[in-house]
């Protein structure tokens, strides 16, 4: 499973703007105007099966809709992309 990068001080993703080490900390994008397609998306995440799910790990998962197929096609796209280019 594709999952976004945390710093391991913060415990936040690392393009947030925060010194705290909440899971829930507040913050700032530092990279929103120009984020990457991973956060574009987040947090629909793949499973192990490649089907398109909640991140179990976004604590504001249940503010969002369930992915659709549609959504699971852009991130299987998205990952074979980053599987490319490592």
């Not at 945390?6 to 936040?12: C, H, P």
């Not at 799910?53 to 504001?60: A, M, R």
């Not at 503010?63 to 299987?76: G, M, Y």
Request: with cysteine; charged share 25%; proline share 6%.
């Amino acid at each position: 499973m594709l999952t976004l990068l945390n710093d391991e001080t913060t415990r936040a993703c690392v393009f947030l703007l925060t010194s705290s080490s909440d899971a829930n900390a507040e913050g700032m994008c530092s990279v929103y105007e120009v984020r990457p397609r991973g956060c574009r998306t987040y947090p629909n995440v793949l499973n192990e099966q490649d089907e398109a799910i909640l991140d179990e790990g976004c604590p504001h998962r249940s503010q969002f809709p369930e992915p659709t197929e549609e959504d699971a096609i852009t991130l299987l796209n998205l990952e074979e992309q980053l599987l490319r280019e490592v």
